[in-house]
């Protein structure tokens, strides 16, 4: 199915063709896959440090909200993940950018944002938008390819 300016839309669920697998130095990674909860949810309370596991429902909230999503597997195991957000036509939302630990440095988080760039693209997304804190500076304005402008945060929970 043809999405915005004639590109395939990634949001098409009959996307199960090749290009939505890819295998690389020993690391495969799926693009709109099927998520595994607890996997994902232990993935996530890890690299964020959170003080207790919560199990999350991920596949429904990232089948309803997000533009595209990326996880990169080691033999089989969850070992880096990111989630793309968007408002339907030009912007494109990097939330939740994770990698293992024990695997962090080696560039599978370059990977998964790359890949997700390359996703927004399709879809004809014109921009996309990344926050973070300030010790992750270097990856995101440096291999996450992103440049640094001004922009404004309102805390709503204190």
């Not at 207790?52 to 033999?75: C, G, K, M, N, Y």
């Not at 293992?100 to 599978?108: D, F, P, S, T």
């Not at 998964?112 to 992750?136: K, M, Y």
């Amino acid at each position: 199915m043809l999405g915005p300016f004639g590109l395939r839309n990634p949001i098409d669920k009959r996307r199960t063709h090749d290009d939505d697998h890819h295998v690389t130095a020993d690391l495969t990674y799926l693009l709109r896959s099927v998520v595994d909860d607890v996997e994902l949810s232990k993935l996530h309370h890890d690299a964020f440090e959170s003080d207790q596991p919560e199990i999350l429902p991920w596949r429904d909230r990232l089948e309803a909200h997000s533009l595209t999503w990326v996880q990169a597997f080691d033999a089989g195991r969850l070992v880096g993940f990111v989630n793309v957000a968007w408002d339907g036509g030009a912007h494109a939302f990097v939330l939740d950018t994770i990698v293992e630990r024990e695997r962090r440095h080696q560039g599978i988080g370059t990977e998964l944002i790359r890949r997700a760039a390359a996703t927004s693209q399709e879809a004809g997304c014109t921009w996309l938008h990344v926050d973070f804190e300030p010790h992750l500076e270097d990856f995101y304005l440096g291999s996450g390819g992103f440049r640094s402008t001004p922009a404004g945060l309102l805390r709503l929970v204190h």
